[in-house]
């Protein structure tokens, strides 16, 4: 069965300053990866996606991840934080025989502070 | 304009009601789905659909029902079985089983 870890719990990043989450999946073969955002009191916003192929993944907002299989893990990166980047991130991993079921990380809160 | 709509936004019942929670879809997906959020806990999976008139349980179906009889409409019971109905529901879709899922804005539900 197929599982993600998010070790942080809470980040606090000043604007302007790089970020990294990260997030760890177990699952016995190939993986679908998805970073999604959360707002406040709102549904989730699919950042970015990966299925295959070129491992460094672009997203919406400035956002990119990088699938590294040897270590199970696909951390979610943006070079510089704007403060509307403060929200809930999600890390999700589905079965690339179906995503059906989606299992999720539960969740990195991500403060900017000016 | 297409998305999923998730109505209402806010939901008190009393305890021991049933309460239903609409979640409608106009991107002629075939799969819809729905998460229960409670804080610490990222999102939990209730039930799918995968196609009109089938619905398969997901990891936490005790205590809830669905129905999907047209493929735009997915709505979700919870009935006075389920232990701790008070959280975050979202409903969400996706093209088939192996697209990314699209989420609605979420219904609070608060059990008094």
């Known amino acids: 069965a197929q599982s993600v870890t998010q070790p942080d719990i809470h980040i606090t990043v000043s604007e302007g300053a790089s970020l990294e989450l990260r997030c760890n999946y177990s699952?016995?073969?190939?993986?679908?990866l998805f970073w999604y955002v959360q707002s406040p009191g709102q549904g989730l916003q699919l950042l970015l996606k990966?299925?295959?192929?070129?491992?460094l993944v672009q997203g919406i907002k400035g956002f990119e991840a990088e699938f590294k299989r040897s270590q199970s893990s696909f951390n979610l990166r943006k070079p510089s934080v704007h403060w509307s980047d403060a929200a809930e991130y999600f890390c999700?991993?589905?079965?690339?025989?179906?995503?059906?079921?989606?299992?999720f990380g539960t969740g990195t809160r991500l403060t900017v502070i000016p | 304009d297409g998305g999923i709509t998730q109505s209402p936004k806010y939901l008190f019942r009393k305890e021991g009601q049933n309460v239903t929670l609409s979640c409608e879809q106009n991107?002629?997906?075939?799969?819809m789905y729905w998460y229960r959020q409670d804080p610490g806990q990222g999102l939990r999976l209730i039930y799918y659909?995968?196609?009109?008139?089938?619905?398969q349980k997901g990891d936490i179906a005790e205590g809830y029902s669905v129905s999907r009889e047209k493929k735009e409409s997915f709505p979700l019971t919870v009935t006075s079985a389920q232990k701790n109905p008070t959280a975050f529901y979202l409903c969400?879709?996706?093209?088939?089983?192996?697209?990314?899922?699209?989420f609605g804005p979420g219904t609070r539900l608060t059990v008094l």
């Open positions: 990966y299925f295959s192929g070129d491992t």
């Open positions: 699952y016995g073969a190939t993986p679908y």
């Open positions: 999700a991993v589905g079965a690339s025989t179906g995503a059906n079921n989606l299992f």
């Open positions: 991107l002629n997906h075939d799969a």
């Open positions: 969400a879709s996706s093209r088939d089983s192996w697209g990314e899922q699209f």
């Open positions: 659909s995968q196609i009109v008139n089938d619905f």
